[in-house]
């Protein structure tokens, strides 16, 4: 009876042994005698012989590498950044993968990233690294790391290299805030600028239209008209009741010269 229970539960044991379970955002390659199956398990259970194979599962979904490192400039300062490498493995080159850089492939992305950004960023600026030129800089090391990648082994996809909290120099920070201080005061100085120009041009269009509706009034005033437009006045006082005294020069009414 002991013997029948310890076998079963060896057997037990066994087929345990030899089961491994490929969860979602996950894949698995069967290695048997140090060699690596072509066929990649993307979800399930799989069963092997636990002598003589094991499977080795690799996640598929999106990977982040941080790094804390020292970045060359064109200058020759050093720039400190924070970086993250986003990455995930294509299931059906996670045999060539293992194959070819071993299950430490992340140590690789590093050292691949280490040597492409030491060169691009040695060709900016450091104060690119701190301007819209990082996304530039950000995407040429990206480029140069995917080809240094696939000369080593095919099936890791670099999504994004991302440079976070860069720190500058303390005397560079410095200069560029005053820079941009500057360039702040010069902008303001330039709209307030404008803004009496503006004013100036709006005044002297004012001035210049009222000077206008002057002369088109003053061409308009013939001595027929000044006749005519003194008797409708003159006529419209003799309507009122009260009493008036009309001053004249025997002309015209209301002593409007005009003989000028």
Do not use: W
Not at 105 to 131: G, L, N
Request: hydrophobic residues 40%.
């Amino acid at each position: 009876m002991k013997t029948k229970t310890i076998l079963s539960v060896a057997l037990a044991v066994i087929f345990l042994s030899s089961c491994a379970v490929i969860r979602p955002g996950e894949a698995g390659v069967k290695q048997t005698l140090g060699k690596f199956s072509n066929k990649v398990i993307t979800q399930g259970t799989v069963v092997y012989n636990p002598f003589i194979s094991k499977v080795i599962k690799e996640s598929t979904q999106t990977n982040n590498i941080k790094l804390f490192l020292s970045l060359p400039s064109k200058e020759g300062l050093s720039v400190n950044s924070e970086i993250s490498i986003l990455y995930r493995l294509e299931k059906n080159k996670i045999p060539s993968v293992l194959e070819n850089l071993g299950r430490g492939y992340e140590s690789i992305i590093t050292s691949v990233f280490r040597s492409a950004s030491s060169d691009i960023c040695a060709q900016f600026f450091a104060k690119d690294m701190h301007s819209g030129m990082r996304a530039k800089i950000e995407e040429e090391i990206k480029i140069s790391m995917g080809e240094n990648l696939k000369k080593q082994a095919d099936g890791i996809e670099l999504i994004a290299v991302l440079m976070k909290s860069i720190q500058l120099p303390l005397g560079l920070a410095n200069s560029i805030e005053r820079k941009l201080q500057a360039e702040q005061d010069a902008m303001r100085l330039v709209f307030v600028l404008e803004q009496e120009k503006l004013e100036a041009e709006r005044k002297i269009i004012g001035a210049k239209g009222e000077r206008d509706a002057q002369l088109i009034l003053a061409e308009g005033l013939t001595d027929q008209i000044i006749k005519t437009r003194s008797i409708e006045a003159f006529s419209k006082l003799s309507l009122s009741p009260n009493s008036k005294i009309i001053i004249t020069d025997g002309k015209a009414p209301l002593l409007i010269n005009i003989d000028e």
